[in-house]
């Protein structure tokens, strides 16, 4: 007898980058017939097609936004940049509730230019955080902090480990601002899973943190950039079934989302690409 929670291919969510081949309408149309109920959107393609019509596209075709992708980018030293931070991520807030998802994934900003200065920069991020929190929860939203792999800590977000990410969060009450568990940015960190663990718990009311559960998998060599080189679930080194059977003893019962930047994917068909993902998350993540 079912105890009411979701199977876990029901709560497979692809997040849009992974087929960007796709448009918005496309992506919803091959999720339906793949299945797939919960969709990942950037900002971007939603501005380009409008946020309501993509609000209508996707609840017509019986699916759910997962996330929104991306608020942040808190790290600037001039006031004015600042303050184009903060209206900018007000205007994500709002796309995130019109869209009807309640997650709003930030990425927090790398070092200014000349910048030398880690804790200085993440206390930028714990301002904004304090300063958006409040305006966020009023429209049902959740500010979801993700820590990204360290190589990424210059240039792009100074938060890169799971223990940094909740040392903000919990700053500020747990309905306001959240954590991202993405497997591709923290594998490597052996303290992963005692900080799931502190993440954890069964509701925002009672302290749990995880506001998104996001795999893709580390293969080597990394390309030029390494922006673009996660890899397919199943062909790297990381162990996605542990890291879902983690985030799911620590109370997380929510989507679980692909988000892959690959650009061997996008070269492909995007109905073979989708029914590989779902077929590689069975046996790699079930």
């Not at 938060?159 to 959240?178: I, K």
């Not at 892959?260 to 790699?284: Q, S, Y």
Request: proline letters at 5%; a negative charge.
């Amino acid at each position: 007898m079912s105890d009411g929670t979701p199977s876990l291919l029901d709560r497979l969510s692809l997040n849009q980058q992974t087929l960007r081949q796709w448009s918005l309408p496309e992506l919803a149309a091959g999720c339906a017939r793949a299945g797939v109920r919960g969709v990942g959107l950037w900002r971007a393609p939603v501005q380009e097609y409008g946020v309501a019509a993509a609000a209508r596209l996707v609840r017509d075709a019986g699916l759910r936004v997962t996330s929104l992708c991306r608020g942040g980018f808190f790290t600037a030293l001039d006031p004015g940049e600042r303050a184009a931070a903060l209206d900018d991520n007000r205007a994500a807030v709002d796309e995130a509730a019109a869209l009807g998802t309640d997650t709003l994934v930030l990425v927090s900003g790398g070092l200014p230019a000349g910048s030398r200065d880690l804790p200085g920069a993440r206390e930028r991020v714990a301002d904004a955080l304090g300063e958006l929190g409040p305006y966020a929860a009023e429209r049902g939203v959740r500010l979801a902090v993700e820590p990204l792999h360290p190589m990424y800590a210059a240039d792009r977000c100074v938060v890169s480990t799971l223990a940094q990410a909740l040392d903000l969060a919990e700053r500020f009450p747990a309905g306001q601002v959240g954590v991202v568990v993405d497997t591709y940015h923290l594998w490597w960190d052996d303290t992963v899973g005692a900080q799931i663990g502190r993440a954890g718990g069964t509701g925002k009311e009672n302290g749990a943190r995880i506001a998104a559960f996001q795999l893709a998998d580390w293969v080597t060599p990394l390309p030029a950039g390494v922006l673009l080189g996660r890899g397919q679930l199943g062909d790297g080194v990381v162990d996605l079934r542990w890291f879902r059977q983690r985030v799911e003893a620590a109370g997380y019962r929510g989507p679980v989302e692909v988000e892959i930047f690959n650009p061997a994917l996008w070269a492909r068909d995007g109905t073979e690409v989708l029914a590989e993902i779902v077929d590689r998350f069975l046996t790699h993540v079930g």
